[in-house]
């Protein structure tokens, strides 16, 4: 019994000299000796039952506080990893075209809705592949073909 009260008394300490935070009441509670709870009335107990209370609620408004904190911190380093290890596999493949212009347009356009492509740098990776798997011949209308499906897809 004497080990629960003084745990108490320290807890009281505590939250005398902190107060209390937020989503709280911002109250100070008040502290009284070992002597003054044992000769203390039932009053008093109610007192001591709800300082004790209100400090559990305290400390459960924390953990919930502290809590959220946590997992928006581990959402935001889950959606940084997305980000990062965005990977699109593209398969080369030879084809003999009768309009080449609209071949490419369809193709660009279809790899950019499929994979979601819509950060500057993905689009880069996306024109430097086209550029670098096609015959240098091409290398104009691909250019070309890519602003006029971009323009298209991105234009506000």
């Known amino acids: 019994m004497y080990r629960s009260r003084e745990g108490n ?28 709870v044992e000769s203390s009335n039932n009053s008093d107990r109610f007192q001591s039952i709800s300082s004790i209370a209100h400090a559990m609620v305290q400390e459960r408004l924390d953990q919930m506080i502290r809590d959220r904190q946590e997992a928006r911190n581990e959402e935001r380093v889950r959606r940084k990893r997305r980000e990062e290890t965005k990977f699109v596999v593209m398969v080369a493949m030879e084809k003999s075209s009768y309009d080449p212009r609209e071949d490419f347009r369809e193709s660009i356009k279809q790899m950019i809705t499929t994979n979601r492509i819509h950060e500057a740098k993905d689009l880069r990776r996306l024109l430097n592949y086209y550029v670098k798997m096609n015959s240098a011949e091409f290398e104009g209308v691909i250019l070309e073909v890519f602003h006029e499906v971009c323009t298209h897809l991105f234009s506000y």
């Open 9 to 36: 008394i320290k807890k009281q300490k505590k939250l005398q000299t902190k107060g209390c935070r937020a989503l709280c009441c911002s109250c100070r509670l008040s502290l009284s000796s070992s002597e003054e």
